[in-house]
Each structure stands twice: as structure tokens, then as C-alpha cells.
């Protein structure tokens, strides 16, 4: 009999046990909250502005423009922030090429150039020059270089050397 009550004890705490619910049940639980969807609001842009990053929205100026001639060659750049919605061209004929890029890849171009300018509407005309060779390394030697920026107050400032005369 004890026997008995000892085989039916045994079959109690294993019934008992399984009936409970033991937690090591062979799963794992995930003890992190569940990822939420992340949908882009207006300061995280939209996918179309993906490759321009927003890094127009910290420039002090809505129109740059620039123009250098090295003899018959020239580099152009054109950028106007066109009220939130930044349009950008570049033309280059240096050394013999025939580059002309716009939207989006001229965007991306300018973008670790432009907020690098450090310029406002106090800058002098010679500063102006200095900053943008710099910013977009230019060959010192062009024939004619001219630069204008308007800014947000409208402002503007130019800069035109021709180092022909």
C-alpha cells in the first residue's frame, strides 16, 4: 500500500506541476516591447528628400551662384532653396568634360560644401571669394571668378575678380 500511496503521490506533483504551468516551458519570451513602425514626419523629411538630409534648412542663404572660367573651361553651380523644396545644378567643363548634373545628385554634391560656407551678409567681397575657392577647392589659377548670394532678408552679396586685367 505505501507503495501505492507513493506512485500516487508522484503522479499528483508531476500532474500538478504540468497543470500549473511551469515557466520553463522551453519558449522564450520577449522581454523588449514590440518595434513600432516608424512613419516620417515633416522635420524627418519624406523619402524623395532622403539624399538631401535637410542640411538646407541650416543655410543663412536661399540663392548661391557661382561662375568660374579657367580659359575656355568653366565650373557652374547653381542652388536656390525655392521655399523648402532646394533645386541645384552644376556644370563642369574642367579638363576637358562635359559634367552636368542637377536635382537630386547636384543636391547631394552640395551638401558637404554649402553648409560649409561660413558666410553672412556682412562678409566682404574679397572674404567671399576666399571662402568659396576653399569650400569647393578651386584651382587658384581661373581666368574670372563671380559669386552671388542672396539671403533670407534679402541681402545680397557678389563677388566678381577677374585677374585678367
Not at 503521490?9 to 506541476?17: D, K, M, N
Not at 522581454?31 to 532622403?50: F, K, L, R, V, Y
Request: aromatic share 8%.
Amino acid at each position: 500500500m505505501k507503495k501505492y500511496n507513493m506512485a500516487s503521490l508522484s503522479i499528483l506533483i508531476a500532474l500538478g506541476l504540468v497543470g500549473c504551468g511551469g515557466t520553463d516551458d522551453g519558449t522564450v519570451e520577449n522581454e523588449q516591447p514590440p518595434m513600432e513602425e516608424s512613419t516620417p514626419t515633416e522635420d524627418e523629411g519624406m523619402a524623395g528628400d532622403e539624399t538631401t538630409g535637410g542640411w538646407h534648412e541650416s543655410l543663412s542663404f536661399e540663392e548661391f551662384q557661382l561662375d568660374v572660367e579657367y580659359g575656355s573651361e568653366e565650373y557652374e553651380v547653381d542652388y536656390d532653396y525655392n521655399n523648402g523644396n532646394p533645386e541645384a545644378e552644376i556644370q563642369d567643363t574642367r579638363g576637358g568634360s562635359n559634367i552636368q548634373v542637377a536635382g537630386d545628385e547636384a543636391l547631394d554634391q552640395l551638401a558637404s560644401i554649402l553648409p560649409e560656407l561660413d558666410i553672412d551678409e556682412q562678409t566682404s567681397p574679397d572674404e567671399l571669394v576666399q571662402a568659396v575657392v576653399a569650400a569647393f577647392d578651386l584651382d587658384e589659377t581661373y581666368d574670372e571668378i563671380d559669386i552671388d548670394v542672396e539671403f533670407f532678408n534679402n541681402e545680397e552679396i557678389e563677388a566678381e575678380e577677374d585677374q585678367n586685367q
